[in-house]
């Protein structure tokens, strides 16, 4: 089964910026869609941002303008970079597979604070 490790959260001002790692096993990340998700206590999990073995990426319209999801085919890396937080960014981010998601991760906390 395919790991997939997140890194690069933390404690930031609102305004700030943060690049987020998901760190795979395999290449297969470089061919399926990959997707960052998010969860806020006592919320569900969503997806806020996709990328197509291609390249073409897709975003919640919360996070548009602000967030950019990439990839490092090279490093079997995909990232997430935010821009702009706000304190409704707070979560738990992961990143998984999304048509056929894996076993969900630690993910890495991201705390905005106004």
């Known amino acids: 089964q395919v790991q997939l490790v997140e890194s690069g959260g933390g404690l930031v001002q609102a305004g700030g910026s943060l690049r987020l790692s998901c760190a795979a096993s395999?290449?297969?990340?470089?061919?399926?869609?990959m997707g960052w998700y998010r969860q806020a206590p006592g919320k569900q999990r969503e997806l806020v941002a996709s990328?197509?073995?291609?390249?073409?990426?897709s975003y919640a319209d919360s996070v548009k303008g602000r967030f950019t999801i990439s990839r490092d085919g090279a490093k079997n890396t995909v990232y997430l970079q935010m821009n702009s937080l706000k304190p409704e960014d707070t979560g738990v981010y992961y990143c998984?597979?999304?048509?056929?998601?894996?076993?969900w991760g630690q993910g890495t906390q991201v705390t905005v604070s106004s």
């Open positions: 395999s290449v297969i990340v470089n061919i399926y869609v």
């Open positions: 998984n597979f999304v048509n056929r998601p894996t076993n």
């Open positions: 990328i197509r073995g291609g390249g073409s990426a």
